[in-house]
């Protein structure tokens, strides 16, 4: 056994908070390095491809660049440095376990106004846990409410308690190396970067980012191997191509892997199956291009392997050395998705209705995304959808709305546990910035859904930050009337506390919801006459269905109205005509707002036109019925 180490080579990934800069960063990287062909037209934010991440502007699927280093720290010839961009929201952690076992190090990126936050311990926790070296770069120096000195004492400060937290559960931490980071500060926009402290709202005194790529050369190290072991590589990652079908991303730990060669592929259940490399790709910047061979430490591309699925291992084919599975944490948010079943279904040819295909289109979201579960509910036609939180859900509502599904989607609940026979629910750690004169009203509002004060800060400029621990479900319909009570400027972020008993009863809304109790379509003439007693989210000439909500009510109980009544004609000549200047605007509500605003007894009409809301239970007599029983118990 004799270990080598490429030098050539460096695994890098950027892990962050949500909006503190990864994807720009990485644009800088690859312009700096010359990554891109003279005549390419280049986007901002080019490692967002997905139409999803550019519209909501957040990285939602972890992918790798490749970038040739040829500065001046390249002492001996070219360095390819493979950086993996990560998401920065908790809800898509599965993307981050399996980013962080494809890489030797990470970049830890700060904000340096806002500092570290809720997801950015998730995703450093997870670096530490993997024994990978942290470097901390403060990005954003030039923004003018930045405080660099407290930003980077709250880093090390995080660096500090995790690394205490984790030193029980794995004794071989080296804590001195972990408390003592280097820093690189960064202005990811400018592309500049520096190793000296800048003035508060200053450009480093770097016009480049070759401070940052030193340190990346200096502090992850090169990958090891022995060169007497057979291949061992590990599935990381999915894709797929028209042309190649299935391909598989694979970090190579030990041996080479060539194109054309038969290679041993270990399964998830652990039978082994011998197969044949039909293609081989490695990528340089954006785009893959074909190679003969690749080594240790390499990110590449194979296809040829048409089940391969996440964890699972190519090796030697005389010589089968299986590697761990990849260890995602268990969900802790679940939805019913199934068929559509409203009496509006199939309105448009097209459409994908039956039960058969939302089943299909489930089982291959389940190939590419580990941190998801389907469960079986009993139902021919429904199945629950278990998740990290109600975004990652609702992402994946999205996605299918817009392939042309038709679907029906219940309300989120929290996914519980029996513990000494007590059911447990998961906790989540809020943390909010929001200034100072919605304290007594965002204090209210947790309290109100179980939530806890766990520290409170105010760092003297207007704005304070609030700590609380909340069950799981006291966040579901949170977002929105968190936004209406800071009048849009408070940032909530909240990631995974763990189990804790069962909070008791949580009333998140208080207003009732107005449903159709009748088939038709929407006149002006009914809205303006209900218009003061209600909000609506439907339009004039609107389709609508008994069953439907329409809007919510200014009280809390629900109230059936007829939404289709049109005025008496007559040849009588009116002292008055309509104002339809007067009829207020109705609410648009997006697919996260409909899913936080249904109750337990409504449930989301999802097709690629419209999104309704809808009781569970359509006829009017029937929900009568069954909440004076409920009432009766």
Not at 547 to 572: A, P
Request: proline share 5%; charged share 25%.
């Amino acid at each position: 056994m004799a270990f080598a180490t490429r030098d050539d080579l460096r695994n890098v990934a950027i892990v962050a908070h949500v909006d503190h800069g990864k994807t720009t960063l990485v644009d800088a990287m690859l312009r700096q390095t010359n990554s891109f062909d003279a005549h390419a037209d280049v986007d901002d934010r080019v490692m967002d491809s997905n139409d999803l991440e550019r519209e909501k502007g957040i990285t939602i699927l972890a992918k790798n660049t490749a970038i040739s280093y040829e500065g001046v720290h390249a002492k001996n010839g070219p360095i390819t440095i493979n950086v993996v961009d990560t998401p920065g929201h908790a809800d898509f952690g599965g993307e981050v376990e399996r980013a962080l076992s494809m890489v030797d190090g990470v970049v830890l990126l700060v904000d340096s106004s806002e500092g570290p936050l809720p997801q950015t311990r998730f995703v450093l926790r997870k670096a530490l846990e993997a024994k990978h070296p942290v470097i901390l770069a403060v990005n954003k120096t030039d923004r003018p409410d930045a405080r660099i000195p407290e930003v980077v004492g709250e880093a090390q400060d995080l660096l500090l308690g995790l690394a205490s937290d984790l030193s029980e559960e794995h004794p071989d931490l080296d804590v001195d190396a972990v408390l003592n980071v280097p820093v690189v500060y960064l202005s990811g926009r400018a592309g500049a970067s520096s190793l000296t402290e800048p003035e508060n709202g200053t450009l480093p005194d770097g016009d480049t980012l070759e401070a940052l790529f030193g340190v990346i050369l200096e502090q992850v190290p090169a990958p090891t191997y022995d060169d007497e072991h057979p291949l061992q590589a590990h599935v990381t990652n999915l894709d797929s191509s028209p042309f190649l079908g299935r391909i598989a991303l694979l970090r190579v730990h030990h041996g080479e892997i060539r194109k054309g060669e038969t290679v041993a592929w270990v399964r998830q259940d652990g039978s082994v199956q011998n197969v044949r490399i039909t293609e081989l790709m490695l990528t340089k910047a954006l785009s893959r291009y074909n190679a003969e061979k690749a080594g240790p430490g390499d990110i590449v591309a194979i296809a040829g392997i048409e089940d391969i699925t996440i964890g699972e291992t190519i090796a030697d084919a005389e010589d089968v050395r299986p590697l761990p599975m990849i260890e995602i944490d268990d969900p802790a948010i679940s939805m019913t998705i199934g068929s559509n079943t409203s009496p509006l279904v199939g309105k448009v040819k097209g459409h994908k209705l039956t039960a058969r295909m939302v089943k299909d289109r489930l089982d291959r979201e389940l190939i590419g995304n580990v941190s998801l579960k389907v469960v079986d509910v009993g139902r021919p036609d429904a199945w629950e959808v278990q998740g990290r939180g109600e975004l990652a859900l609702s992402i994946l509502v999205e996605n299918m709305r817009r392939e042309g599904f038709e679907l029906t989607v219940g309300k989120p609940q929290v996914v519980t546990k029996e513990v000494n026979g007590k059911t447990h629910e998961p906790f989540e750690h809020l943390t909010i910035d929001t200034p100072e004169e919605h304290l007594g009203a965002i204090t209210q509002l947790i309290a109100a859904r179980k939530g806890r004060m766990d520290g409170m800060t105010n760092n003297g400029t207007g704005w304070v930050r609030m700590e609380f621990i909340i069950p799981a479900r006291g966040l579901i319909g949170f977002r929105s009337e968190f936004m209406t009570t800071t009048r849009g400027t408070g940032i909530a972020n909240a990631i995974s506390h763990g189990y804790d008993e069962w909070a008791g009863p949580i009333v998140t809304r208080n207003n009732g919801s107005i449903v159709a109790d009748r088939a038709g379509v929407v006149t002006p003439f009914s809205m303006i006459n209900l218009q003061e007693r209600m909000t609506f989210f439907v339009n004039p000439t609107e389709e609508v269905y008994e069953g439907m909500v329409i809007g919510e009510n200014s009280r809390s109980e629900d109230m059936d109205v007829n939404i289709t009544k049109e005025k008496k004609l007559t040849n009588m000549r009116a002292a008055s005509s309509d104002s339809f200047e007067s009829m207020t605007p109705p609410r648009q509500l997006s697919l996260e707002e409909c899913l936080e605003f249904a109750r337990e007894d409504e449930c989301v009409e999802v097709t690629p036109e419209v999104i309704r809301i809808r009781k569970v239970e359509l006829d009017a007599g029937a929900r009568a019925r069954s909440t004076s029983k409920n009432k009766q118990r």
